[in-house]
């Protein structure tokens, strides 16, 4: 059974390396086209919103299986996630959009992530936020963990789940290198590259959901290696 589980984990590892690797590979094709599956509605965006909806999910059974909360944290955080995706199902049902919100709202959606008092916030938008959280959970608490005694035996007896190193160095590079493409490329392409970045974070989250789900260290998927 464990050796199952190791090697589902490496298919997860070598599919999302394949996976991340492609995306970057659009950069070689015609700008109108890099510009086109960056657009609303289209590639990267769907991508980023099926993404949201297999983490939340992955999550939740996760936390169905253990009863640990940080599990159902993440999962209200990703369901919330493709909910804001899909305008809490404005677009898709074309239900419209009452004139105060319309007003109050940056994008004229029925969206909270659009609302002005984020949007044109330097510190509260929503992007800024999750990038942050991604950064620390992702990024920092793994090496922490792995480090520092201290941390990891205060992290086990919260019983939070610990992202492993080899998924915590792919999100590290996701996060950094299409950061610095934002600020070196085309302004044609900055937004393209901008939903590339969010669509291979909740690709990456969608792949440490299902880490997660198939660990059965410790009964409630702490990794950490």
């Not at 996760?62 to 899909?86: D, H, M």
């Not at 969206?111 to 959970?137: E, G, K, P």
Request: with cysteine; hydrophobic share 50%.
């Amino acid at each position: 059974m464990q050796m199952g589980s190791d090697t589902l984990k490496r298919l997860i590892l070598i599919f999302s390396i394949i996976y991340l690797s492609l995306t970057y590979f659009i950069w070689l094709l015609p700008k109108d086209i890099i510009v086109e599956l960056g657009v609303e509605d289209h590639y990267f965006p769907i991508v980023a919103t099926i993404g949201c909806l297999l983490a939340g999910s992955l999550f939740f059974l996760k936390y169905a299986k253990t009863k640990n909360s940080f599990f159902l944290i993440l999962a209200i955080a990703f369901f919330f996630g493709f909910g804001e995706k899909l305008s809490w199902g404005q677009r898709l049902f074309d239900i419209p959009v009452p004139e105060a919100l319309q007003q109050a709202n940056a994008q004229k959606e029925m969206t909270i992530h659009n609302l002005n008092i984020f949007y044109h916030s330097r510190f509260l938008r929503f992007t800024l936020i999750f990038n942050c959280a991604t950064m620390i959970y992702c990024c920092f608490v793994p090496w922490l963990n792995r480090l520092y005694p201290r941390f990891s035996s205060f992290a086990k007896k919260i019983r939070m789940p610990i992202v492993p190193l080899t998924l915590s160095i792919l999100f590290f590079i996701t996060i950094l290198s299409l950061k610095f493409m934002q600020m070196n490329i085309h302004e044609q392409l900055v937004q393209t590259a901008y939903n590339v970045r969010k669509s291979n974070l909740t690709f990456l989250f969608a792949m440490l959901g299902l880490w997660f789900l198939i660990s059965e260290k410790q009964g409630d998927g702490r990794c950490g290696k």
